[in-house]
Nanobody, 120 residues
Framework: QLVESGGGLVQPGGSLTLSCAASGFTLGHYAIGWFRQAPGKEREEISCISPSGARTNYGDSVKGRFTISRDNAKNTVYLQMNSLKPEDTAVYYC???????????????WGQGTQVTVSS
């Protein structure tokens, strides 16, 4: 199970940190991705992190502004979001890679999502 938290309302230029708490499996065996979906738009993969945390990748829309990290001992993956823009408004989801130790190819377990709204 994955549970996201940390969403909310923030002004443009502000920051938020999202958390993805994992339970029921060994977090350190799986890559975790962050996705978002805005109203009327397709779901977008914005970042992914390898099981150990050694490898990360980012979508062009968030590169340089968002940072993904993980603490396997705390069973949590984070998404630090800086310099937020109105176009970052969306429901943010974390998801688990289907295959242990594979990097960010196909995701099979999803959280319920957390709303992020960037507005003045």
């Amino acid at each position: 199970q994955l549970v996201e938290s940390g969403g909310g309302l923030v002004q443009p230029g502000g920051s938020l940190t999202l958390s993805c708490a994992a339970s029921g499996f060994t977090l350190g065996h799986y890559a975790i991705g962050w996705f978002r979906q805005a109203p009327g738009k397709e779901r977008e993969e914005i970042s992914c992190i390898s099981p150990s945390g050694a490898r990360t990748n980012y979508g062009d829309s968030v590169k340089g502004r968002f940072t993904i990290s993980r603490d396997n001992a705390k069973n949590t993956v984070y998404l630090q979001m800086n310099s937020l823009k109105p176009e970052d408004t969306a429901v943010y989801y974390c998801a688990r890679e289907k295959v242990p130790f594979r990097l960010c190819i196909d995701f099979g377990t999803w959280g319920q999502g957390t709303q992020v709204t960037v507005s003045s």
